[in-house]
């Protein structure tokens, strides 16, 4: 790795490559979004969701959208496919260390929709949360059913839209959604678990419980702990070897943010031995899932041949192209031109 690629907060500097600075590419985009904790090395990226942000907040609604309803919640919920006879969720019960189904003594009890369903319900709820207008009452009658008969993803959902947009259903609402997200996590419930690092002011709490969310299989909290782990933020200790474990975790799974950030570690050599080939292999992946920072990395990449990454122009134009049609191209060029973007 070239000297001075990592400066303390993983920024490239200036002189690392020539006179060129990657065009302000970070070589990490280190991030754990524990709500009111945001660590976002990539400032730009920040600055620029937040002027998105703004945008679609200051849209008006349009002529003719109405609010959406309890009864059209039943009915979007009524489309779901369930087999006649068949119960909405699936049973897994069974002794710790114990492989049989439904034993007496059980001591873990965890129990969960149908995938496809799951997706659907998720679906179902983000269309009707499109509307700006969407009362919670139609959101909680797809879920209510499911959550009734004790499913952990259906009462982590439910939670989670409640307080993801910002519902306000009075004291008693709050409470029992609150509830429910403990009593989830309290199961062995992994998103549940990672939700409830919100719950938490900033302090071994909060970083002890997304710990346990990690270890529970939490995709967002393997990911956030590579974060921490490559930055130090926070009260654990600042290490590169287990941030490429934790980012590993993630990228194995799919996540396109941890594929990315473990992609520019093997290209910087930290944490791990240095592999371009390798390097190259995640970022690839990440690309596959649209990630709109990796098409401009790549280009650059293939176009100046960065840390042993061959040169292609081919290659380089066609990220470049990919990148033309993103959403952040279009914020950058609108911000500082074309040529900055």
Not at 55 to 73: A, P
Request: hydrophobic share 35%.
């Amino acid at each position: 790795m070239p000297d001075g690629a990592v400066a303390d907060q993983f920024r490239i500097e200036p002189a690392v490559v020539g006179e060129v600075d990657l065009l302000g590419h970070q070589p990490v985009e280190h991030r754990a979004d524990l709500g009111c904790r945001m660590i976002h090395l990539d400032r730009e990226r920040r600055s620029l969701g937040e002027e998105a942000q703004g945008q679609r907040e200051g849209g008006q609604q349009s002529e003719g959208e109405d609010s959406f309803t309890h009864d059209e919640g039943q009915s979007m919920r009524s489309h779901l496919p369930l087999a006649s006879g068949t119960e909405p969720r699936q049973w897994a019960s069974c002794r710790i260390g114990d492989n049989t189904a439904g034993s007496g003594n059980c001591i873990l009890s965890i129990v969960s929709m149908d995938t496809q369903i799951k997706n659907q319900l998720v679906e179902a709820t983000r269309l009707l949360l499109e509307n700006e207008s969407a009362e919670w009452i139609a959101v909680e009658a797809l879920w209510r059913p499911y959550v009734d008969q004790g499913d952990l993803d259906a009462q982590f959902h439910l939670a989670d839209f409640y307080f993801d947009y910002g519902f306000d259903e009075g004291p008693q609402k709050d409470r029992e959604l609150r509830e429910l997200l403990l009593e989830a996590a309290g199961r062995g419930h992994p998103d549940s678990s990672y939700r409830l690092c919100r719950q938490y002011p900033e302090g071994p709490e909060r970083d002890a419980q997304l710990l346990k969310a990690g270890e529970l299989g939490s995709l967002e909290a393997q990911r956030d702990l590579g974060a921490l782990f490559a930055t130090g933020d926070w009260t654990g200790p600042h290490d590169s070897v287990r941030a490429t474990e934790w980012y590993r975790r993630a990228a194995e799974r799919g996540h396109p943010d941890a594929q990315y950030n473990l992609g520019f570690m093997y290209l910087l050599g930290d944490g791990v031995q240095s592999d371009p080939q390798e390097g190259l292999r995640w970022l690839l992946l990440s690309a596959g899932q649209g990630n709109e920072h990796c098409f401009r990395l790549l280009a650059d990449l293939y176009r100046n041949g960065y840390y042993g990454v061959p040169a292609d122009s081919l290659e380089a134009e066609r990220w470049d192209n990919e990148y033309r049609k993103t959403e952040l191209y279009r914020l950058r060029e609108k911000k500082w031109g074309a040529e900055k973007a």
